[in-house]
């Protein structure tokens, strides 16, 4: 592991735990009409696994003495959770989203997939080249606030619209 991603990977756990933060505040300010609109659980859920992913991926980089191996398991195993995760919400949104917000839906679906995937790719690679995978958490990361930031959007601003 390199030392040179320590000060990255200690500021992402600030950023993800504060957004994830930011994401029960709205969630618990906006409870019922959340609840009931049954695609604005599924974003609330999407907001917090990809804030959860990165506040994980990036405290498991600041344990001590782990190899490249089992860090890349740790990322991989995670990537994957989270992978599942959004992919059934995307799922269920895709097949139960009124025609008329489809095109605005598909917006949604491909960043919360393109938050998840590099996750998968950072820790694929990290087991077979070490180091090299980290550099796949730079986007899985920064795809995963800004589709945190969206989500937290829609949670306390456009939710009471």
Do not use: H
Request: hydrophobic share 60%; aromatic share 8%; net charge positive.
């Amino acid at each position: 592991m390199s030392v040179s991603w320590d000060a990255f990977l200690a500021a992402e756990v600030g950023a993800s735990a504060a957004l994830a933060g930011l994401i029960f505040v709205g969630v618990s300010i906006n409870m019922n009409k959340i609840i009931s609109y049954p695609r604005l659980v599924g974003r609330a859920l999407q907001a917090m696994t990809v804030l959860v992913a990165a506040l994980v991926v990036s405290s498991l980089y600041l344990v001590p003495g782990q190899s490249d191996q089992l860090y890349g398991a740790e990322v991989l195993a995670t990537g994957v959770v989270a992978w599942a995760l959004n992919s059934r919400v995307d799922v269920n949104s895709v097949r139960t989203i009124d025609r008329r917000y489809r095109r605005a839906n598909v917006f949604n679906v491909a960043l919360s997939q393109a938050a998840a995937i590099p996750y998968v790719v950072a820790g694929a690679v990290s087991i077979s080249l070490g180091d090299a995978g980290l550099y796949w958490l730079v986007p899985a990361i920064m795809l995963s606030l800004v589709k945190a930031i969206a989500d937290a959007w829609v949670l306390l601003v456009e939710v009471n619209r």
